[in-house]
């Protein structure tokens, strides 16, 4: 059972708009969710964070919705850059940040000139 | 560069042998995760360290499986007898500290078994 989901494989923006990708969870125990940005042959590279007891996160050209009563995520960056051309996973964590991120299948994010 | 590094970057082994992989975190960072991930999938927990104490494991993580940090730095993760089912990408991170819940990753092992 997917706890962490992503439901588009791939999204295509043109360069200078407004990119957004969503995820969904079904586990109400998690305490924070984070995305993460990887490009082939490389590690993922985290990206930002929020916290479950919060809606909005922003940090530069990226920012994070919260909706915990539907249990949906979103991360909206704002301009779209070439070099935001990758994969993007949503992930979440459980109390006490312990555990191990739950990630989602992650969704192809091109860029449009 | 101070980043998280694994070595080696790719493994072709034959089903059957046994394969070591090496993970060294961020220096100070006392946290340690592996996870694997195979094609169209996010990364899946196997295993995580605080210091050199393993203290969770995946039920991912099979017999076979089997890691270590023995001094709480640099860590090990050994795949006895490979079957084909094993390929895939492994990978390490590491974290700070409690207060602190992302995790940084490296650039990850690509394990094929032929």
């Known amino acids: 059972d997917q706890q962490v989901k992503q439901n588009s494989p791939s999204l295509s923006v043109q360069e200078g708009r407004i990119s957004i990708l969503n995820c969904d969870y079904t586990?109400?125990?998690?305490?924070?969710f984070l995305w993460y940005k990887k490009y082939p042959a490389e590690g993922p590279t985290f990206l930002i964070s929020i916290s479950s007891i919060k809606d909005k996160n922003e940090d530069g050209r990226f920012t994070v919705f919260l909706n915990k009563s539907a249990k949906h995520l979103s991360l909206h960056i704002v301009p779209s850059q070439p070099g935001d051309s990758a994969v993007y996973f949503c992930?979440?964590?459980?109390?006490?940040?312990?555990?191990?991120?739950?990630f989602g299948k992650g969704t192809h994010l091109i860029i449009q000139p | 560069d101070t980043g998280v590094s694994q070595d080696p970057r790719h493994k072709i082994t034959k089903r059957g042998q046994n394969v070591t992989f090496r993970c060294d975190p961020i220096?100070?960072?006392?946290?340690l995760y592996w996870y694997r991930q195979t094609l169209g999938q996010g990364p899946e927990f196997l295993t995580y360290f605080q210091n050199e104490a393993q203290l969770e494991k995946s039920r991912l993580l099979s017999d076979r499986f089997s890691a270590e940090r023995p001094k709480g730095s640099f860590s090990t993760l050994e795949i006895q007898r490979t079957e084909q089912g094993d390929s895939a990408m492994y990978l390490c991170a590491s974290s700070p500290r409690t207060d602190r819940v992302e995790q940084y990753f490296g650039p990850g092992t690509r394990l094929t078994v032929t």
């Open positions: 992930a979440a964590i459980g109390g006490g940040g312990a555990d191990g991120l739950t």
């Open positions: 586990n109400s125990m998690f305490d924070y």
């Open positions: 220096s100070e960072h006392n946290r």
